[in-house]
């Protein structure tokens, strides 16, 4: 599919949240703001991450609840909520990038789902100005002509990343490090910038990625097509609080918290503003928030 789209789709984007933002119009101690219980929320340490985690705190903050913010590594995240150091976890990717760290954390504790932040999936992307009849699909790579003019480094995230684990699942059963591919684990920014200098030198190259991400506020970036399903398909963004915690938000804030709505293309639109237009994080989660309190 083309990935040269306009990425500010905000009448769409803002229409999709209009039913939860009806559910977050009635704070539950507005004249008491951060009088309330305080709650323990870990994010995972990614951009996109750090922009849905300030949304749910917008909303908690908003509705009496002190939040302390901690980040950590998907894994660490996960154990870091199987221990109690953290009563809430944002976002989980569910079934596949994240589910078997749940399913540790159950082991020990019960947890719910609250809401749904995003449909995230991750993907295998090249720059659209390789032609797609020579390169379609992650086999086409193993094509002499593309093997010669195609990046051999395929610069990646961390190793807990759900797009990390398929991404070396895809070097295996395709044999790619065999004819000379090599995936490197990293941090994001060592992800992005590697894509950005190779697109900057019109370079092939492909990228691990995933959406919601920035960066296709910014590239054209073509998916090759996985038909063996190693990538893992379409997951659920969600928020997951400890029930042994639950006591600690009133009803009405669990109902607010469970309608939270907020899509793709507007977590990409936020994370574009913060992470390359250097916007407050808070102040646009709150902006954001904001905006789904008016009226429909």
């Not at 500010?8 to 507005?30: H, N």
């Not at 903050?61 to 199987?82: C, K």
């Not at 190259?205 to 097509?225: C, D, G, M, S, T």
């Not at 190693?230 to 009803?251: P, Q, S, Y």
Request: with cysteine; hydrophobic share 45%.
């Amino acid at each position: 599919m083309s990935n040269r789209r306009h990425f500010i789709k905000s009448a769409i984007a803002m229409g999709t949240l209009a039913v939860a933002g009806r559910a977050l119009a009635s704070p539950r101690s507005p004249s008491g703001l951060g009088a309330g219980p305080q709650l323990r929320l870990g994010i995972t340490d990614l951009s996109f991450h750090r922009m849905a985690g300030a949304l749910v705190t917008a909303v908690l903050e908003q509705r009496g609840y002190r939040v302390s913010r901690s980040h950590a590594p998907h894994e660490a995240n996960f154990e870091r909520l199987a221990s109690g150091e953290i009563d809430l976890l944002a976002s989980a990717w569910l079934p596949a990038s994240h589910g078997i760290y749940k399913a540790e954390v159950e082991k020990r504790v019960a947890v719910r789902e609250l809401g749904l932040h995003y449909q995230p999936y991750a993907l295998w992307g090249i720059p659209d100005y390789v032609p797609v009849d020579q390169v379609a699909e992650v086999a086409d790579l193993l094509r002499p002509e593309v093997r010669r003019r195609m990046t051999p480094q395929i610069q990646g995230i961390g190793p807990g990343a759900g797009i990390s684990r398929f991404s070396r699942e895809i070097m295996r059963v395709y044999g790619l490090e065999q004819a000379g591919y090599r995936f490197l684990n990293g941090t994001q920014e060592q992800c992005l910038a590697a894509f950005e200098q190779a697109v900057a030198e019109q370079r092939w190259a492909i990228v691990p990625l995933w959406r919601p991400q920035f960066l296709h506020a910014i590239h054209p970036i073509r998916e090759l097509k996985e038909p063996g399903g190693l990538l893992g398909g379409v997951d659920r963004a969600v928020l997951l609080i400890r029930e042994d915690r639950l006591d600690r938000l009133d009803d009405a804030t669990l109902t607010a918290l469970d309608k939270l709505r907020f899509g793709n293309e507007l977590i990409e639109r936020l994370d574009y503003r913060v992470s390359r237009l250097g916007e407050p994080l808070d102040r646009v989660a709150q902006e954001a928030i904001a905006a789904l309190q008016q009226p429909a």
